[in-house]
């Protein structure tokens, strides 16, 4: 089933990530766990981290974090959306009450 050891301090390695704030990865991971749950956003994260160093060793380039709004700035049409879903969500009110 191929190492253990490396999927557990890769899946370790997205965890922490996770957790930290204005980061690719940390945007990466969050949004995959709204839509899948966070054990398999994390083992998502740690494939990430696992391609994203290959190709570094790879290309023999340094590391250049394409930052938390990545996504966001990907899609603008698709943003518009997902705002107005949060919104909605039941502790935010887009209309006010009659």
């Known amino acids: 089933m191929g190492w253990s050891w490396?999927?557990?301090?890769?899946v370790e390695a997205a965890q922490a990530t996770a957790r930290s704030n204005n980061t690719y990865?940390?945007?990466?991971?969050r949004r995959l766990a709204a839509r899948r749950g966070a054990r398999k956003a994390a083992v998502a994260a740690?494939?990430?981290i696992f391609v994203l160093d290959y190709r570094l060793q790879r290309q023999e380039q340094d590391c250049a974090d394409?930052?938390?709004?990545?996504?966001?700035?990907?899609?603008?049409?698709?943003?518009?959306?997902?705002?107005?879903?949060?919104?909605?969500r039941?502790?935010?009110?887009?209309?006010?009450?009659?």
């Open 25 to 29: 990865l940390a945007a990466r991971f």
């Open 6 to 10: 490396l999927r557990c301090a890769l």
């Open 46 to 48: 740690a494939h990430t």
């Open 66 to 88: 394409l930052g938390p709004a990545y996504f966001d700035e990907r899609a603008h049409s698709v943003v518009g959306r997902r705002v107005q879903r949060r919104l909605e």
């Open 90 to 98: 039941p502790r935010y009110r887009t209309r006010p009450r009659r």
